[in-house]
């Protein structure tokens, strides 16, 4: 569950809208099919990205959703890769997150977006520039989501929430 709520809060930027996809897309994910558990994980995870792609925008390059001050400063000491990921520019890293962390082509990324396949190469490579090695960004992420330093402690008994019961 964190490695979704990462994943939500690296393409928003902001606890409140990754809150939202995080749970959205989990109870999206859990109307699907829950005999396969990798497919419902990649389930979870695409309709994770779907909702943050709503939320966002992030095809129009000019994104007015930037990341929040809070959350910017939440990670000013203890994990400096993902607040420099997290100050990027919204589309950069929304490509960054999808391409290089979740894996999906270029093209995929820019049909699932609605954006060009240069540009998202573009944007890829310049946050590859920016962030180095990915193998040490998601190694350095890994390490995050284990320790559970991604996020404040968060009340999950409100409505709606398909984790309240088990929370």
Not at 3 to 21: I, K, M, N, Q
Not at 31 to 45: I, L, M, P
Not at 50 to 71: C, F, G, Q, T
Not at 136 to 154: A, G
Request: hydrophobic fraction near 45%; proline fraction near 4%; include cysteine.
């Amino acid at each position: 569950m964190d490695r979704l709520y990462l994943l939500a809060l690296l393409l928003t930027g902001d606890h409140a809208v990754a809150e939202s996809c995080f749970v959205t897309g989990l109870q999206d994910a859990r109307g699907g099919n829950r005999v396969f558990k990798d497919w419902a994980d990649t389930w979870a995870r695409r309709t994770v990205i779907l909702n943050a792609i709503r939320a966002v925008r992030p095809a129009s390059h000019k994104s007015d959703h930037n990341v929040s001050n809070a959350v910017v400063a939440e990670f000013a000491t203890g994990a400096p890769l993902l607040r420099a990921l997290l100050e990027m520019p919204t589309f950069d890293r929304f490509i960054y997150v999808v391409c290089v962390l979740e894996g999906y082509s270029d093209h995929q990324c820019a049909l699932l977006i609605g954006s060009t396949r240069k540009a998202v190469t573009e944007a890829r490579m310049r946050a590859i520039e920016t962030l180095g090695d990915p193998a040490f960004v998601q190694q350095q992420l890994h390490t995050l989501e284990n320790e559970r330093q991604l996020r404040p402690e968060r009340n999950l008994d409100f409505p709606g929430n398909p984790l309240a019961a088990t929370a």
